[in-house]
């Protein structure tokens, strides 16, 4: 159970809300979704219409000043045709959370086997001093988008991750593809060396038979002129 939280010589808090990104089932029953962050009596009431309804990028901040921190209730609504307000999921976020001053927030429901998912930001700072009250809800603002971008930033370096870890897989794919060709390319390497080796072997037959018909034709022709000169001697 989460108990109200009032520091000793604090006028209360100042709490910025920042809706990040909403992700909603593909069955959600409208394409304008209503969210409700409530804390003690404290109420914001925050509506986004996107064509696609399943992602949406909400972006919108909220501003709380709290006499003292009790739990966050958030409910997902919509509105019918009739414009009639029905409640789609709720939760309840422990006090305890806003124990560090910032951070990313994923909050999930279930509903039916039909999840909701609420990324969302916050800033918190004590109000110490009424006239630093304005000043600080400036730097929470800044400081809460400060945090959004930080969340997407980390959903970057997760896709370079995934990006490199596919590219080192490729590489290594492809490594083992070359590597299975070696011995095709090793075999084929020797059927040219044979092949070379055979044309080789019949380039030197072929020269030997010319030069046992060059011999063969001298010996012929020596034979012509040694008849001629017994023919001639006798």
Partial sequence: MSLSITPEGSLGYIL???????????????????????IGSSEWLTTKTQDDPTSIHWEKTHTYDLPELHSMSIKVTYTTRLFKDNEYCSCVVNSETFTTKKGIRFTEMVIQDQRVKIIWAFVIEEDRKVENAEFIRLINEVEVEKEEIRYYKGCIKSKLAKLKEKSSLCKEQLRNLVQSFEPILEYKSDLDKNDSEVLSIAAERKKIYSQANDMLFLKLRIQKEMEKVNNHNN
């Fill in 16 to 38: 910025t809300l920042r809706i990040i990104k909403v992700l909603l089932p593909p069955n959600f029953p409208s394409h304008s979704p209503r969210l409700t962050f409530k």
